[in-house]
C-alpha cells in the first residue's frame, strides 16, 4: 500500500508537502504513511482515493485496477458530506 501512494503521488508530480496540504496534514505526518511506520486511517485513504482517482481498494492492494468506482449520486453526496465534516 505504502509504495502505491508514493507512486500515485510521483506520477502526478506533486511533493509530500503539497500533498500533505491537500490533506490538511503535516509533511512529516504524511511521510510517515509513504514509509509504513503510520497506518492510514481511513479518512485519509478515502481523500486519497478521490485525490487519486483511484479506489481505496487499489491503494489497500485488494486490486490492480487503478480506476475507481462507479458511484451513484448518492454515493458521491455521502462521500462529499464525510470530507466536508472534517
Known amino acids: 500500500m505504502y509504495k502505491r501512494i508514493r507512486d500515485l503521488r ?5 511533493s509530500q508537502t503539497t500533498l500533505a496540504k491537500v490533506l490538511g496534514m503535516s509533511q512529516t505526518g504524511y511521510s510517515k504513511y509513504e ?24 491503494l489497500l492492494g485488494l486490486t490492480d485496477e487503478r480506476k475507481p468506482y462507479l458511484h451513484s449520486k448518492a454515493v458521491d453526496n455521502t462521500i462529499n458530506k464525510l470530507l466536508k465534516k472534517e
Open 10 to 14: 510521483e506520477d502526478k508530480d506533486i
Open 35 to 58: 514509509t509504513g511506520e503510520n497506518d492510514i486511517p481511513t479518512n485519509i485513504l478515502i481523500k486519497l482515493a478521490l485525490f487519486h482517482d483511484t479506489s481505496v481498494d487499489y
